[in-house]
């Protein structure tokens, strides 16, 4: 008998591809869970599974570079839930920053003993495929990063430039027993430096892996925010998500993007990630420093949250997030940078957080007893879709935001695109679908949404990883499949029958 030259033809989309402008109708073939074909009117007799995208948009799986998976629940849960979530919003890699200390698995010590737990606890859970971003916060994991690139395929580290001196939810006096990092050590600028340098020895010793091998910053300045919150507290003029926001103002932002900027040209770091840029300060600190700099190739970042919320928003206090929720003015400007093709991807920053933690039980209207973070994963796709076409975002550009940028950056070679040799990463959105958020919906276990009340226009119905259907409609067929990605991932293309 004769074998089928594709295990599943999605016939009758709308391809979307990242630098084309077209969407023609076509068919994509899969074979080994990887993209065979893609053509107009593929013959149906060589498939052993046929699925009619009945002329929806077909763009390649997101890749959600910013994720924490585990920080609020434990890992081994929220893998199963929040992965489930990403795959309602069309993503099939998640990307997810994790670091020692408190939250996450609530442990210190070196990463050779910290990150094998963590793979571990991953393994079999993902509905889609994952990596990790690390964070070394003490002498030791620096010590580290070397071998975590050989090792374990980890390219992409994190700083979180405030936590020595400021509080994951506010001021905070004792951030040593929170980074659970010993008396001789400091998470200061210094620290900083010496990642980079670490990071520009490893980069020097492995040329071929230049490209993929990044730091990404969290930019905020403590100093400024503890001044700033002590005044607001003080005063006590501002409440919610106005207050928030004037306890770390935008120019936090901008004089730390200045900082790490300087430090990756004194330190010869190349490639430098400027994370969740939430206001026009912070933008304008970014681009003055791409100017100043031009041999640092900076990526900058912004999430959906602050692609759609003002500090007015009705979601309240369930919207604190760190750097916070600005004012409908920075929101447009990130628009605007976002349009002329200043921002480098679009992210969910997701972090559930359940309704019964959110908020402090007896000061429930104190922004500054509400943790920090919520999730998103779930309504990436929709909420770009629908506030981008508004605004004039081609589809291609959705396409470049959310998935092949990112995947470039990251070392993800094989993610990105709907063409011949990439994972068949695809999702089915339908672009007349209006829907209203409702975040009880989602198979999150954070039993709300920040977006909750709103309408989105354009809705995913179908995700498929790898060619195999992970997302159908309010369902999730099958196991989880979802793998942990060594970077770089340089997939063999598909051994490709002529047609």
Same mark, same amino acid.
């Given at each position: ?10 016939? #009758? ?212 925010? #503890? ?40 330190? #010869? ?231």
């Amino acid at each position: 008998m004769t074998q089928p030259d594709f295990d599943l033809l999605l016939r #009758n989309v709308r391809l979307v591809r990242p630098h084309q402008a077209d969407v023609p109708v076509c068919d994509i073939g899969v074979r080994d869970g990887r993209i065979a074909a893609v053509a107009p009117n593929l013959a149906a007799s060589s498939a052993a599974q046929i699925v009619d995208g009945g002329g929806q948009l077909a763009f390649p799986g997101l890749v959600d570079a910013h994720m924490h998976v585990g920080i609020y629940a434990p890992l081994a849960e929220d893998a199963v839930t929040e992965s489930r979530a990403a795959a309602m919003g069309g993503v099939t890699t998640s990307l997810n920053y994790i670091r020692t200390g408190k939250y996450y698995l609530n442990k210190a010590g070196p990463y050779r003993e910290f990150f094998p737990e963590v793979l571990a606890l991953s393994d079999g859970r993902f509905h889609v495929d994952y990596a990790y971003h690390l964070a070394p916060m003490d002498r030791q994991h620096i010590e580290e990063i070397e071998s975590l690139i050989d090792d374990h395929g980890v390219t992409s580290f994190k700083i979180f430039m405030f936590y020595g001196g400021y509080g994951l939810h506010g001021r905070s006096g004792d951030q040593r027993s929170f980074l659970m990092i010993s008396e001789d050590e400091q998470y200061d600028i210094a620290h900083f430096e010496f990642v980079m340098r670490a990071l520009s020895r490893a980069i020097e010793r492995r040329p071929a892996l230049r490209d993929c091998i990044s730091l990404s910053l969290h930019c905020e300045t403590a100093e400024i925010m #503890n001044a700033y919150t002590a005044i607001v507290q003080k005063e006590g003029k501002l409440q919610g998500l106005r207050a928030y926001s004037a306890s770390r103002p935008p120019h936090s932002e901008g004089l730390a993007i200045v900082i790490a900027s300087y430090l990756a040209h004194e330190t #010869n770091l190349p490639n430098i990630n400027l994370l969740h840029l939430t206001s026009q300060k912070a933008v304008e600190a970014a681009l003055l420093m791409r100017a100043a700099f031009p041999l640092v190739s900076f990526r900058r970042e912004v999430t959906i949250g602050h692609l759609i919320l003002d500090y007015d928003a009705a979601a309240g206090s369930k919207a604190k997030v760190n750097p916070p929720i600005r004012s409908r003015e920075d929101v447009e400007y990130l628009w605007t940078a976002l349009l002329r093709g200043d921002i480098d991807w679009v992210v969910s920053d997701h972090a559930c957080c359940a309704a019964e933690h959110k908020t402090h039980a007896e000061h429930p209207e104190d922004i500054f007893q509400s943790r920090s973070g919520f999730g998103g994963t779930d309504y990436l796709l929709s909420g770009l879709f629908s506030e981008g076409r508004k605004r004039g975002l081609p589809l291609h550009r959705v396409a470049e935001l959310t998935s092949w940028n990112p995947a470039r950056r990251y070392g993800l070679y094989g993610k990105g695109d709907l063409a011949v040799g990439y994972d068949a990463d695809i999702v089915l959105l339908d672009p007349d679908a209006s829907f209203v958020v409702d975040g009880a919906s989602s198979p999150s276990t954070q039993g709300y949404s920040v977006f909750d009340g709103l309408r989105f226009t354009g809705q995913v119905t179908r995700t498929f990883l790898r060619g195999h259907l992970v997302y159908d409609a309010g369902t999730f067929p099958g196991p989880a499949r979802g793998q942990f990605l060594a970077r770089p991932y340089r997939p063999e293309l598909a051994d490709v029958p002529a047609l």
